[in-house]
Structures are given as structure tokens and as C-alpha cells.
């Protein structure tokens, strides 16, 4: 799928530090707490940088967090390209998921789907964060599926959809405290069920 790839700019470290803070307030503080003064506060400059570099707080966010996304992108990317079973697909992307967790990029990520509510300006950047993961799931099904045809009119473009709202799902219920603990448990349980994954096929009717 063409112009799908997206990679991180090169910033300088000045960029890099404002962009490295602004990830830090919002996992901490939400995406409220995202002002001039704190991510300032935590990247150790002047806040008046952030203005020189990005125009605005909001510029500096969605740059922030569109290079997070773009690294991360390119480690799942890396990690698919030799998998062609839903299985071995499954596990490895369960392996990079609970990496993932034990930094701040998913709920960052929530944050920013929150101020999308709000900030029509996030709201456009949501999408350019998206799509590229809607694609890249898009491709690892029609390879591990080798393109059969689904049942019931589904597409492979319904599943990728389905998929990236299920992850999106999962984020937002594990940041609700009362079931932090429980959806911390779920997931940590995921890889145990890969190999039911080869059942998928057979059990979606899929057929060329």
C-alpha cells in the first residue's frame, strides 16, 4: 500500500528535548496539564523555545506525539515482515504490546484521542497517526490470510478498523483505575492464546 510508511523527523536536540517532555507531561498530567510552562518546566528550558521551534503548544504536541507513533510504527513493521501465520503474527505483536506498556506511548496516545474532542487541529493529526497502523494491519491480514475472501460482504478493511478500535478499546478501559488491574491482567494473558489463533481462519469461513 503506497505512502503508507511514515518515518521520524530529524529535529535537533533542543526539538528533541521539548518533544521528549511534552510525552512525559501528558502521561503524568493528561492532556490539559500539556501547558507551555510545564513541559518547559520538565524539558528544562525556556518556554519561550517552544514557540521558536513548534508556533504552539498544540504544534508541539501532535509533532511530539507523531514521532512516538512513527518510532513505534517502524518497530512493529520491522517485527512483521518475516511473519506469515496469524499465530506467529499474534504473539510477537502481543510481545511488542506488553513492551509498549511499560512506557508512557499508550497513554499518551489516549490523551490524544481525548483532546481530539476538543482541538479540531489534533483531531486532523489523529487520523495522520492512524492510518498509517490501519494500513500496516490491513497488509499483515491480507498476507496471513493470503487475500481469501471473507465471509458475510467483511472486508479486510472492516477488520483493520475493528482491530485498531479494539486496541484503542483496550487503552482507554485500562486507564479507567477501577479496572487498571484487571485489563493489566487480560493482556498479560494474550500470548497464552496464540496458538488458537490458527483456528481463526476455519472457524471465519475464509476461502480463496
Known sequence: MMGRKK??????????QLMAAALDV???KGIDGATARAIADVAKV???LIFYYFGS??????????????RRFAVYEESLQSLDT???VAQKMFEVFIEDRKNCSFMVL?????GAQRNKEIAAAVEKVFNPWIALTHDTLTKVFKNADLPYEVTYDDI???LMSLFMGVQFMESIPAYEEKMG???EKFPAVTPLFAMLPLLMGAQK
Open 185 to 187: 491482567a487480560l493482556i
Open 26 to 28: 501528558i502521561a503524568e
Open 86 to 88: 496469524l499465530p506467529d
Open 57 to 70: 503548544v498544540t504544534s508541539l504536541v501532535i509533532e511530539a506525539v507523531s514521532d512516538m507513533s512513527a
Open 46 to 48: 525556556n518556554q519561550s
Open 7 to 16: 518515518t521520524p523527523r530529524e529535529t535537533s536536540e533542543s526539538q528533541q
Open 110 to 114: 489516549s490523551q490524544f484521542v481525548t
Open 160 to 162: 483493520s478498523l475493528a
